[in-house]
C-alpha cells in the first residue's frame, strides 16, 4: 500500500495556517482507520483530509477542509454524527456530498444536516433515495467547491444508479479521488452479479478514471484501505474476466 510522505494524524489542538486547523504530528499516512480508532489526516496543498472509520459497516467517511478558509465538505454521513462533529471542530461544515444512496452511507445524513446546516448534495439518481431532501442535485462533470478549492464530479453508474466520485487536481504531486463504492483496492464496487451494471461500471472507471487520470492518483474508497490507479491497472483484464 502506498505510504505519503506529506500525511499527518489528528492530535486535536490549532495551526499556524490562513485559519485555525487541527496541529498534527506529522507520521505517515497510511488510510487504515478502524471504528473507534484515530482519525487519518493528511494536508495537500489547498486541503487538510481526515479519513475516519465510522459504524456499523466501518464506513470511510471523508472531512476535506480548506486550509485557507476553514469551510469543510464531508464525504459521506456514513454514522456516528457525534465523532464526525467532533472532527469538524471549529471548522464550518458547508456541505456534505453523498456518493451514493445505500443507507449505510446515510445513517448520521438527518443528523449532520440538522447541527450544522450544511447543504447535502448527490447525484439525481440516487437522491430521491436519501433520508432527507437534496439541496441540489448533481451530473457527470458538475463542480463541488469547499472554500477556495473545487473537486470535480464523476458519475460512475453501477453500483447504483447515481454512484458519484470527487476528484481533486489542485495538488500537484498526485490528483485525489473519493470513489465511494465504485473502486476499491482489488477490484470495482459490489454489482450483485448482474453483468449489465458491472459493464456500467466496468466502462465508467475505464473512460473516466484509469482513462484520464496518472498512475499517482490515491484513490480513497467508501470502505477499507486507500489506493491508488497505478496499483490497481494491471488488473483491469482480470477484473473484466471475472466479471466481478
Not at 464506513?59 to 456516528?80: F, H, K, Q, W
Amino acid at each position: 500500500m502506498p505510504v505519503a510522505h506529506d500525511a499527518l494524524r489528528w492530535q486535536g489542538g490549532h495551526s499556524d495556517d490562513d485559519v485555525p486547523i487541527p496541529t498534527e504530528e506529522l507520521v505517515p499516512y497510511t488510510g487504515q482507520v478502524s471504528v473507534g480508532g484515530d482519525a487519518d489526516v493528511r494536508t495537500v496543498p489547498g486541503l487538510q483530509i481526515t479519513k475516519v472509520a465510522t459504524p456499523p459497516f466501518e464506513n470511510n467517511c471523508y472531512l476535506l477542509r480548506c486550509t485557507g478558509t476553514g469551510e469543510t465538505l464531508l464525504v459521506d454521513a456514513a454514522g456516528d454524527a457525534p465523532r464526525l462533529l467532533e472532527l469538524v471542530g471549529d471548522g464550518r461544515l458547508a456541505t456534505v456530498v453523498e456518493t451514493h444512496s445505500h443507507w449505510d452511507h446515510v445513517q448520521a445524513l438527518a443528523d449532520m444536516r440538522a447541527e450544522t446546516g450544511a447543504a447535502v448534495l448527490a447525484h439525481e439518481a440516487d437522491a430521491a433515495d436519501l433520508p432527507v431532501p437534496a439541496d441540489r442535485l448533481l451530473a457527470d462533470g458538475d463542480t463541488v467547491t469547499v472554500g477556495h478549492c473545487s473537486l470535480s464530479v464523476i458519475s460512475l453508474e453501477g453500483h447504483t444508479p447515481g454512484s458519484l466520485a470527487l476528484l481533486y487536481q489542485g495538488d500537484p504531486e498526485r490528483p485525489h479521488l473519493w470513489s465511494g463504492d465504485s473502486l476499491f483496492p482489488g477490484g470495482p464496487g459490489n454489482t450483485d452479479k448482474d453483468p449489465v451494471r458491472f459493464a456500467a461500471l466496468m466502462d465508467d472507471l475505464e473512460r473516466k478514471v484509469f482513462g484520464p487520470l496518472p498512475d499517482e492518483t490515491w484513490v480513497y474508497p467508501g470502505h477499507g484501505t486507500d489506493t491508488t490507479l497505478g496499483a490497481e491497472r494491471p488488473s483491469l483484464p482480470e477484473w473484466r474476466a471475472r466479471g466481478w
